[in-house]
């Protein structure tokens, strides 16, 4: 008797580890709580871009960081954003050069605040 309640706590254990599995919500459910309504590019675009980009594509440093590309004002901006490049770069998509160069990616929710902008006609608001 002794043997069998041995190899069935064994066999629960095994299904417990065996069942158990580590994700997070994010990855469950997508990133909840990235609100992509009500996107502005004063009050949403332009805090991402000048904390992630404007270090080298600024007015002032685009010429000598940022192989001249000008994020800091929004006619400079509307061009990277109707070449695609914006995006491409952004998002480390294949055939574009990975932005920001120095630190990680933006992460995922700046990222579709960006695109929904973008996508809802990139107003200067």
């Known amino acids: 008797m002794k043997r069998f ?14 069942s158990c599995e ?12 990235c609100d992509t309504s009500n996107v502005t590019y004063a009050q949403t675009v332009k805090p991402i871009l ?3 980009c404007y270090s080298c594509h600024s007015v002032s440093n685009a010429n000598t960081f940022g192989s ?15 070449n695609g490049k914006l995006v491409g770069a952004i998002s480390h998509s294949p055939g574009f050069t990975p932005m920001p160069q120095v630190g990680a990616k933006l992460d995922d929710c700046s990222i579709e605040k960006i695109k929904a902008w973008i996508n809802e006609g990139a107003a200067n608001n």
């Not at 580590?22 to 709580?33: H, I, M, P, Q, V």
């Not at 001249?68 to 109707?82: A, F, K, R, V």
């Open 22 to 33: 580590y994700n997070n919500e994010e990855e469950l459910y997508g990133n909840a709580e």
């Open 50 to 52: 000048t904390a992630s």
């Open 68 to 82: 001249g590309i000008n994020l800091e004002t929004y006619s400079e901006l509307m061009i990277q954003i109707n």
């Open 5 to 18: 309640t041995s190899w069935l706590s064994l066999l629960v254990f095994s299904f417990f580890l065996v």
